[in-house]
């Protein structure tokens, strides 16, 4: 008899992959499972899989038997901006009358109005209310997620988010991965002088370095918010501080922030509505994961949609995520967005598993230890 923590058995189909690195275009289409299988659990990690009645060689506190059920990865969600006061149901008329999202942005609305109720929320408030959301991301089966600030736009209320996600993953099962989004807006008092508030995002650089309270530097390259030249710039200096980079890029206009992930070999890029394919292509040479947000188009009212089978016919790394947000994707169920992903983006089930689990993963530089099921993993962490 060998002894573990926790056996599961009768498991009709269990999600069995290599997840040491993203798979790329047709890599995506395999999902590789076993029949009929059993595992073992041992000081929180997988020590045994096997099939059929093998499980009776093993005792544990735990056995718990899965009735034929299926059996994956905890799914991982690689893009949301968990940490937020208050709520945009207000703006919902305005969306409704058809006023688009950048107008209701340089109005002061949007991020600007998050921004400005969240500078006034406590820190414990912010937790508090975080700490729902997560439980709210768990029940959809989610296990790891990525929180972003960029509600703050001061050095005040970034960290205070920032110290928030830190707190939310030590005392929340969810496991949270932290990005810096200080360049997320621009605030009312420097429009005009993007580059200046760029450099006093970057003042925090070293303190969020030093404290460990991000992994990513991110910023939101758009029509209005900030220019190409404005995000590589500041993603070079990112990057001169030790951070990866990220961008939100083409979620509106095409303005080539795919071309500019590329060069600055991203960890990943968002959204990508309106990447051309000479920017997939570009994703494809330099392995930047695609993470695509197909509920934010949906919440947007929008009828295009990200080219996910443009990107995987050109091997891109395709991940997919909730954007969870209060104004462009007010949602934790990472389920529904992988029903968007089929019906909108005609992804296959194969592609969509694989696109939360391994690519998730690695979008948030988490594939050693998130995303798949093998032994030596460890589940929990
Ligand atoms: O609060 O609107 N796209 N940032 C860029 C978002 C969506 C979140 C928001
Ligand atoms: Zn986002």
New binding site residues.
């Given amino acids: 008899m060998y002894d573990a923590d926790l056996v599961l058995y009768h498991i009709g189909q269990l999600i069995v992959q290599d997840g040491q690195k993203p798979l790329y275009g047709a890599e995506m289409k395999e999902l590789n499972t076993l029949e009929n299988a059993c595992l073992a659990i041992k000081d929180g990690t997988i020590v045994w899989i096997g099939k059929g009645d093998q499980y009776r060689e093993w005792k544990a506190k735990n056995m718990l038997d899965c009735e034929g059920r299926f059996v994956s990865p905890g799914l991982v969600d690689p893009h949301t901006?968990l940490v937020?006061g208050g709520s945009r149901e207000h703006e919902m008329s305005l969306k409704q009358q058809g006023v688009p999202?950048l107008e209701i942005l340089s109005r002061g609305g949007?991020?600007l109005s998050?921004v400005k109720i969240t500078r006034e929320t406590t820190e414990d408030e912010l937790f508090a209310k975080s700490y729902r959301h997560l439980d709210r991301l768990l029940s959809y089966g989610v296990t790891t997620v990525e929180a972003k600030s960029?509600?703050g736009l001061d050095h005040d209320t970034e960290l205070k988010q920032l110290r928030v996600a830190k707190r939310l993953n030590d005392k929340h099962p969810v496991r949270v991965i932290s990005t810096f989004l200080g360049a997320?807006a621009v605030p009312r008092a420097y429009k005009g002088r993007e580059e200046e508030f760029l450099t006093y995002m970057t003042e925090l650089f070293p303190q969020i370095k030093e404290e460990r309270l991000a992994d990513f530097v991110d910023i939101?390259c758009?029509t209005g918010v900030f220019s190409v030249e404005q995000a590589r710039t500041y993603l070079k200096q990112a990057i001169e501080a030790g951070f990866r980079v990220k961008l939100?890029a083409d979620?509106i206009d095409p303005l080539g922030g795919a071309e500019l992930a590329a060069e600055l070999k991203a960890i990943s890029a968002a959204?990508l509505v309106g990447s051309t394919h000479v920017g997939i292509k570009r994703l494809a040479q330099e392995g930047v994961i695609a993470c695509l947000l197909p509920g934010?188009s949906f919440y947007l009212g929008k009828t295009s949609h990200a080219k996910a089978r443009t990107m995987l016919e050109a091997d891109v790394a395709v991940a997919l995520a909730t954007?969870f947000?209060?104004?462009?994707?007010p949602t934790e169920n990472l389920q529904l967005i992988m029903s968007i992903a089929a019906i909108q983006l005609k992804m296959t089930t194969e592609e969509i598993w694989n696109a939360v689990t391994i690519n998730a993963a690695h979008a948030i530089g988490a594939g050693e230890r998130a995303g798949s099921i093998g032994v030596d993993r460890q589940p929990i962490w």
Avoid: A, K, Q, R
Wanted: aromatic share 20%; no cysteine; charged share 15%.
């Fill in positions: 901006h937020f999202y949007g991020i998050t960029g509600y997320h939101f758009e939100h979620e959204h934010t954007d947000n209060p104004g462009s994707s």
